[in-house]
C-alpha cells in the first residue's frame, strides 16, 4: 500500500470517527435538553400551601381523605383536602392544603364540620395528650390547631409563613372556638390536667400562653405574657 493509500484510509477512519463522536454528542445534546424541558414543566407539588386568587378564581379541587376512629367516641373525622393547579411562567404548579374537618356520627347518621368557613387553611393539628413520637394517647381530651386565615406575607399563599389564629375543640369536633387572634407560631401545646390545656406561642420576639379547660368550653381562656430571662453576654 502506497503512503498515499494509507493516509486516505486513515482520513477515513479519522471522519467516520468524527461523525460518530458527533452524532454521540447531538443525542446527549437532545436528552439534556429534554431533561431540562421536562422538568422546567413537570407539574410541582407543594403541601400545605393554599394559593390566592388575584384577579380571577384559581382551578381548585376539594377531596375528602380517609375516615378515622376517633379515641373515647364513636365519631369518624376525615380531612377535606384542596388542591389547586396555577402556573407561573412555564411551570405548572399544585398547592394542596386541609381546609377543614367532616366528623360523622355513626349512631346518628349526622355530619358535621369543624368550622364554618372553607377559606383559612388549618397548617397543624395536635391531638392532646401526645406521646413523645406526636402520636395521640387514648385518654384524649382536646384538639388544637393552628388556622391560616388571611395571607399575612403577601406572597400570595396561605401557609405557616403568615400569621396564624389558634382555635380548639372537643375531639369530636364540637365546641371550637378561636383562643387567640394572632400569632407567629405555636411553640407548645400541652395538657397539664384534665382540665387544664397550655399553648405557648410566640408574637415576634415576644412569648405569650393560653390556658384553657377544655372540659368548660363556655369559660373564658387565660392569656398572658411570658417574661423572658436577659440574653447572655
Given at each position: 500500500m502506497t503512503p498515499r493509500h494509507v493516509f486516505a484510509t486513515i482520513w477515513r477512519i479519522n471522519a467516520i470517527v468524527l461523525l460518530i463522536v458527533g452524532i454521540l454528542a447531538t443525542v446527549v445534546l437532545i436528552s439534556t435538553a429534554f431533561l431540562f424541558y421536562r422538568d422546567a414543566t413537570r407539574t410541582r407539588h407543594a403541601d400545605g400551601v393554599a394559593r390566592v386568587a388575584v384577579g380571577g378564581d384559581v382551578p381548585s379541587k376539594a377531596i375528602l381523605g380517609n375516615f378515622e376512629n376517633l379515641p373515647k367516641t364513636a365519631v369518624l373525622r376525615a380531612p377535606l383536602r384542596v388542591t389547586q393547579s396555577y402556573s407561573i411562567g412555564s411551570v405548572?404548579?399544585?398547592?394542596?392544603?386541609?381546609?377543614?374537618?367532616?366528623?360523622?356520627?355513626?349512631?346518628?347518621?349526622?355530619?358535621?364540620?369543624?368550622?364554618?368557613?372553607?377559606?383559612?387553611?388549618?397548617?397543624?393539628?395536635?391531638?392532646?395528650?401526645?406521646?413523645?413520637?406526636?402520636?395521640?394517647?387514648?385518654?384524649?381530651?382536646?384538639?388544637?390547631?393552628?388556622?391560616?386565615?388571611?395571607?399575612?406575607?403577601?406572597?400570595?399563599?396561605?401557609?405557616?409563613?403568615?400569621?396564624?389564629?389558634?382555635?380548639?375543640?372537643?375531639?369530636?369536633?364540637?365546641?371550637?372556638?378561636?383562643l387567640v387572634e394572632k400569632a407567629d407560631r405555636v411553640n407548645e401545646a400541652r395538657l397539664l390536667a384534665a382540665d387544664k390545656v397550655l399553648v405557648l406561642y410566640s408574637v415576634g420576639a415576644q412569648m405569650y400562653g393560653v390556658e384553657f379547660n377544655p372540659q368548660q368550653p363556655e369559660?373564658?381562656?387565660?392569656?398572658?405574657?411570658?417574661?423572658?430571662?436577659?440574653?447572655?453576654?
Open positions: 405548572l404548579k399544585e398547592a394542596s392544603s386541609v381546609r377543614n374537618y367532616l366528623f360523622y356520627e355513626p349512631n346518628t347518621r349526622t355530619t358535621r364540620w369543624l368550622k364554618t368557613s372553607m377559606e383559612s387553611v388549618i397548617v397543624q393539628t395536635w391531638s392532646l395528650p401526645e406521646d413523645e413520637s406526636r402520636e395521640r394517647r387514648p385518654n384524649w381530651v382536646a384538639s388544637v390547631y393552628a388556622v391560616v386565615v388571611s395571607d399575612t406575607s403577601g406572597d400570595g399563599t396561605l401557609t405557616e409563613s403568615d400569621q396564624i389564629q389558634i382555635a380548639s375543640s372537643n375531639p369530636d369536633g364540637s365546641n371550637f372556638r378561636v369559660a373564658v381562656p387565660q392569656r398572658f405574657e411570658v417574661t423572658l430571662p436577659a440574653a447572655a453576654r
